[in-house]
């Protein structure tokens, strides 16, 4: 097998663009020096862009988790009551990091593979009314889902004051998110997903309303404190050493995104999803998700006459690529694709086909060349749109 | 389309490694050092074994034509006479060669796509005994024929003392050479094919009878002077200022294939081959070279009810692949797609899934997925020896 061939298709974190490397190994400077002040302040309008609001969106240094803490801690004043809703094990996070606070928290928990319908959360709140917060994933990277945060946020509103916070880790970049034209309150990603970076920074966001509580939250803090943040960030600099390399890194994926334009990006993600969807259905190995609930940026497999774990380990062995395997209850029954960031339609149909050979040498039944030719009529019939 | 994704599909320059250009970004070293020496040390013997030879190999600091002209001015006295085996556009850079230094030279014109019969060469020089040496190409990369290097080594030592000069550019690190073995009497390759390298060096080697000739040849030289650079090589050294960063790449990608196995690199860009053509075979879209004539580094396809200018185009377009033109009076009517160096059968996949929509948007007549289909069998097929 050609050595020194990795081709990274797991749910993040996904490959760099080459330009994106060559940005991070420029030569460190001063992080309280104007280069970096330069640098954060081309950066501020475009991070807002892709989160779809006008307020600030906060650069962490830390990984997806460290901005989901951030969130809880600002958010969630002392002896409030908080909701999550737990869709998968990326839901079950933030309702870990709540306990490590002893904050009361109900569970909403939803069958893994399925999204949270809105009227289930606005019954939810109407019988618990003391709810002051309610955390959800967007895309849930463990199953592939990505729920109806738009019409969450809705739902919540029509009933409750609470406040909808947004772990938006494995699909913010990838999937069109409109943060204040929707209402959501604080929204949350990571640098390793769809913002096509190496894992160590982390964004944050939140609303007026969010901003009023987060101000009169007494929970001590300190390195995750947004008001910190926030006083430095509208002065182009960062309350901490900043990871100076992923910033290079950060300002040319913004670039890359605004040069393909932000709508192409998110078609980009939508055409990858259908294309992998299309194939799997062709191939007649069923999908964990429904179209109705399938994030763009990763899909779940749930094949019935082979086994994931051997298949995965062919993939590997054979073409260098890796493809996740499910989490949890799911971890040998499920593999799951990432198609999100530094990542093409050409990607997919190499993919498919080498998983057409995978699936083949793991003992399923396939009809080689019918999952690639779906995922084709796909791309074709995109491009008569 | 996702912007900085470009996907190399070219008989040369291949991709590079990743830890190539690791390798080659390393700080510079003074070229008189011992680290430069340690390098070159290494080196060596690895590269010997790729060329198949006991003779040193040395590298010059040039692309493929410094090495091809080193040739002629080494081992082709003043007032004798050559002969070119022309079989594509690089058969006759050994002609203009020649022809630069007023050598009466002899075309020997091979029907472009096709290889020699040995008997023809043979016969040749029966009626031609005046000739002192014999250039051919071993891979022409215009057309992607494979001339049977070994026989027309035999046939030529059957009738004749004419040196053997192999220009073996688009194939050595990719196909097999066994330069003591067959006799060949000098041996040339660049860096950019399947050595996986940016251009910038050229390898050759020379045999023991090569070597008497050149020791005598009295024609003017001086940075091409061979016997310069073996004197230096033997110490671990060169003659002149060698490029460094290709050097470090160099180490590296030997290193590269003697951990996947000399015998497996071989095997792999035959599969690709076979891929390839399978591919091309059953959607029924004309090759231009015979099975028993192609080259495991390159193809070279003729359609008939699509033009592959168009269909180039469509490729760079839609997926940022490189597939080459023809050359000369092919190069509209020929596209040639490189399987060479670093590529994986995996990005053959790719390749062929991706070309099967570019011949469709190019018009021409496709069974979607028929091409996947075949290459995957071919390479479902290999597993099984």
């Given at each position: ?11 993040g ?16 400077i ?5 280069s ?21 969106v906060?650069i ?40 490590a ?10 069958t ?55 772990d ?6 990838g ?8 209402g ?17 920074l ?29 006083d ?22 913004l ?61 590997k062995?054979?073409f260098?690529m ?35 050979i995978?699936i ?5 039944a ?20």
């Amino acid at each position: 097998m050609l050595t020194d061939q990795q081709i990274l298709r797991i749910p993040g974190p996904t490959p760099i663009p080459p330009s994106v490397n060559r940005a991070m190994s420029q030569p460190m400077i001063g992080h309280r020096g104007e280069s970096t002040s330069d640098m954060i302040s081309d950066i501020r309008p475009k991070l807002k862009r892709v989160f779809g609001t006008e307020q600030e969106v906060m650069i962490l240094t830390g990984s997806g988790t460290s901005a989901l803490e951030t969130a809880v801690v600002n958010v969630v004043a002392p002896g409030e009551t908080a909701a999550v809703i737990v869709t998968g094990s990326f839901g079950e996070r933030f309702a870990k990091i709540c306990e490590a606070y002893n904050i009361e928290t109900h569970i909403i928990e939803v069958t893994w593979g399925e999204a949270l319908e809105p009227s289930a959360i606005k019954e939810f709140l109407q019988e618990h009314p003391e709810v002051k917060a309610v955390f959800s994933t967007y895309c849930e990277t463990s199953t592939g889902v990505l729920n109806p945060i738009a019409e969450l946020a809705s739902a919540i509103k029509e009933v409750s004051e609470a406040l909808l916070i947004v772990d938006g880790v494995s699909c913010i970049g990838g999937v069109e998110t409109k943060m204040d034209e929707w209402g959501l309150d604080v929204v949350v990603t990571g640098s390793q997903k769809a913002f096509m970076l190496p894992a160590g920074l982390a964004f944050i966001a939140a609303s007026e309303r969010a901003w009023k509580k987060i101000g009169a939250n007494p929970r001590p803090r300190f390195y995750l404190d947004m008001k910190k943040h926030r006083d430095n960030i509208i002065k182009d600099t960062t309350p901490f050493t900043p990871a100076i390399s992923l910033l290079f890194g950060l300002q040319q994926v913004l670039r890359l995104m605004e040069e393909e334009g932000l709508e192409e990006v998110y078609a980009r993600h939508r055409l990858m999803m259908e294309m992998t969807r299309s194939a799997f259905n062709a191939l007649g190995v069923p999908l964990l998700t429904s179209g109705e609930d399938a994030s763009p940026t990763v899909t779940s497999v749930q094949p019935t006459d082979f086994e994931a774990p051997v298949f995965r380990k062919i993939m590997k062995q054979e073409f260098g690529m890796d493809i996740a395997g499910g989490q949890q209850h799911m971890a040998k029954t499920v593999f799951r694709i990432g198609h999100m960031g530094y990542c093409s339609p050409a990607d997919m149909l190499q993919a498919i086909a080498a998983m057409e050979i995978g699936i083949a040498k793991a003992g399923g039944a396939v009809e080689l060349g019918k999952g690639v030719r779906a995922a084709q009529e796909i791309y074709l019939n995109e491009g008569k749109r």
